[in-house]
Structure formats: structure tokens, C-alpha cells
């Protein structure tokens, strides 16, 4: 038991970060954020003994936290984040300095794509090697990077496209 | 015009961490789902008690009549049949960690909401009924000299809280219960679903 809890935290310690960014990314909201992180981690607790090492923990991690937050977003039919993000920044506003601003602006951004897309574009954000994005994402690495291209353009356009207004 | 690696910068170098502490998160997994063993265990020392105090009246209060030993030895079997449910109940229940086991601590929700059915199904009048039978035996010396008012005031409450947890109590328990052990059984399952 004490093993488990020492691997348990040293798992949450090196993952928690991004896939609390990933959560934020899919919601844009810091409490779902945190509720999905939350769960992500319970799962992770629940499940840790069926982990064979057969992928990377991260992969495991990424792949749970995904599916977590598709049945949040899905079952729960939750109010569209288009509709959602330009009010939170718009209430936020003052909290934001202007570093914040890019941030929040690029989460504005992340929010117009589409489901899957954004799911890709944060782990590409987060740098993970394309290898394991095409295993989370469960699409062909060939195919992926033709996705993830096209994701980056649409990315890029958006950002520049609400910079100027 | 931003490119993409401007993107990247951003995301990098946000200050926005999550705020959930690792201990929080262990906190939340070892309190797995206690709540249903805690309220049973409470059934169960509650029942306990009153087998005690019963058992007690019994062995130590000297009655005239036969029928008021009678109602006390109806009651107490009425209530040990229920103590032995009730840690049943709990042992199905505690049998297996959740945050360990999932799947089995799953299988022992559905054994144990079989079982609370049975509880607050039949089982329930059987008990019911045996109450009412021990306590009348029981009230028939004891009340016997209290004047008439008293008397009747006495079966008009217990006939009253009776009616009260069989038609009202009862129900209100029963759906509580089940609605979350049918939400920890629909999630469990939705998260084995995900690991197969």
C-alpha cells in the first residue's frame, strides 16, 4: 500500500501539470478543470495495478483523461464551450495580465476547435512525441500528421484572426 | 502575424497550474465510498443497543404475567434476526477495498443492493410485524395500571410511528439509498467499461 502511494505521487507530481492544462483546454473552465483532473487521478489510483507497462504511463494517463473528459463533455451534455469561454474571459478580464491575456486568448482559440482537434493540439503543445499522440488519439501516425498540420494553420489563423479585433 | 511557434511560447510558459494538491487527490480516493458502510454501522450499533437494553429488561425486571416475558423474547428475536442482516449487509460491503479493487467492490454493490431489497422488502414486515406483536405482549402488564388515557395515547404514538416509517420513512430511505448505490454501480461500470 505505502508502495502504491509513493508511486501514486511521483505519477501525479511529473503528469499533473498537463493534464490539468489538457482538461482546461477540452472545458475551459478551472472548476471542471480541477473536477476532471480530480477524477482523471482516482481513475488512475483505481486502475494502477492493471497498468502493465506495455505504454508509456503518460500515454495511459493522457488516453484516461481523455476518455474522461469525452464522457464529461458527452453524458453530462454540457452548454457548448463557444458559448462559455467569451463570457469567462470577458468576467476575467481583470485578472489577466497582459501574459495572461495571450493564454487566455490561445484557450479562447482552442475552445473554436473542433473535439478531437483540440484534444491533439494541447498534447502537440505539450510536446509530446507524435508516436504516442497517434496511440491516445488511436488515428494513424501518417494520418495524424497531416491532422496536426492542418490543426496548427487553423490554430494559427484563429489566434491572429482575435488578436486584431 | 503570429506563427505557430509563438503558439507553442505561450502555452509553455503559462503560469496556469492546477491547484489540486496530490494529498487532496489521495485524500479523495481513500475515502472511497464509506458513507454506505458508515450509515449500516450505525444500523448496527443503534440494533446492538437495543438487543442490550432488551436483553437486559429481560434478565433483570421481574414480571407477573407470562405474556410481558413472551413480548420481550419476540422483540429481541425480531431484532437479532435484524442485527444479523445488518452485518451482513456490512460485510458484503467491506469485503473489498475500492480504491484497490473496482471490479469485485463492484459485484459486492450489486450482492448488497440484493440485499437491502430483501431487507426493506419482506423482510421488513416480518419485522414489523413482530414489533407490534412483542410490544403489545409486552404493554399488557406494564401498562396495566396506568389510567385509560395513557394507555391509549401509548398505542395511538406507536401505532402512528409505525405507520410513519412503513408508509413515509421507509420509502424515503429506500430511494436514497438506491439512487446512490444505482450512481456508484453506473459509474463503476462505465469505468470498467473503459479499462477492458
Redesign the interface.
Given at each position: 500500500m505505502a508502495d502504491k502511494?509513493a508511486a501514486?505521487?511521483q505519477i501525479?507530481?511529473s503528469n499533473?501539470?498537463k493534464i490539468?492544462?489538457l482538461c482546461?483546454g477540452y472545458t475551459g473552465d478551472e472548476d471542471a478543470?480541477?473536477d476532471l483532473?480530480?477524477e482523471t487521478?482516482?481513475?488512475v489510483?483505481?486502475?494502477l495495478?492493471?497498468f502493465r507497462n506495455t505504454a508509456m504511463i503518460s500515454t495511459w494517463i493522457y488516453r484516461?483523461a481523455v476518455?474522461t473528459c469525452l464522457?464529461y463533455l458527452r453524458s453530462e451534455k454540457r452548454q457548448a464551450k463557444e458559448e462559455l469561454t467569451p463570457q469567462l474571459a470577458e468576467t476575467r478580464r481583470e485578472e489577466y495580465s497582459e501574459?495572461?491575456e495571450?493564454?487566455a486568448l490561445?484557450y479562447k482559440c482552442i475552445a473554436r476547435l473542433e473535439e478531437s482537434e483540440r484534444i491533439i493540439i494541447t498534447m502537440v503543445?505539450?510536446?509530446l512525441p507524435y508516436p504516442e499522440i497517434a496511440e491516445i488519439s488511436g488515428i494513424s501516425e501518417g494520418n495524424l500528421r497531416v491532422k496536426i498540420h492542418r490543426i496548427?494553420q487553423r490554430?494559427?489563423d484563429l489566434?491572429?484572426q482575435y488578436?486584431k479585433l | 502575424m503570429k506563427n505557430f511557434d509563438h503558439l507553442l511560447s505561450v502555452w509553455q510558459e503559462q503560469p496556469k497550474l492546477p491547484k489540486l494538491s496530490v494529498d487532496d487527490v489521495l485524500k479523495q480516493v481513500k475515502k472511497g465510498i464509506n458513507k454506505l458502510g458508515i450509515r449500516v454501522l450505525w444500523s448496527i450499533i443503534s440494533i446492538s443497543v437495543a438487543i442490550a437494553t432488551t436483553a437486559g429488561l429481560t434478565l433483570f425486571a421481574v414480571f407477573e404475567k407470562r405474556l410481558s416475558y413472551i413480548g420481550l423474547f419476540v422483540l429481541l428475536i425480531g431484532m437479532i434476526v435484524y442485527l444479523v442482516l445488518q452485518i451482513g449487509d456490512y460485510r458484503t460491503i467491506a469485503r473489498h477495498d475500492l480504491t484497490l479493487n473496482p471490479g469485485a467492490y463492484l459485484n459486492s454493490l450489486k450482492e448488497y443492493q440484493k440485499r437491502r431489497a430483501y431487507l426493506y422488502g419482506r423482510f421488513y414486515y416480518a419485522f414489523v410485524l413482530m414489533i407490534c406483536v412483542g410490544i403489545s405482549l409486552y404493554t399488557v402488564e406494564v401498562l396495566n395500571n396506568k389510567p385509560f388515557i395513557f394507555r391509549v395515547i401509548y398505542y395511538a404514538v406507536c401505532t402512528a410511528y409505525i405507520l410513519f416509517c412503513t408508509f413515509y420513512l421507509k420509502d424515503k430511505l429506500i430511494q436514497r439509498e438506491e439512487k446512490r448505490v444505482s450512481y456508484l454501480i453506473e459509474r463503476l461500470e462505465r469505468l470498467e467499461e473503459q479499462f477492458e
Open positions: 502511494d501514486f505521487r501525479f507530481e499533473s501539470k490539468y492544462r482546461y478543470a480541477h483532473l480530480q487521478f482516482v481513475k489510483w483505481q486502475n495495478d492493471k484516461i476518455n464522457t501574459k495572461n495571450q493564454v490561445l503543445l505539450d510536446e496548427k490554430l494559427t489566434y491572429n488578436e | -
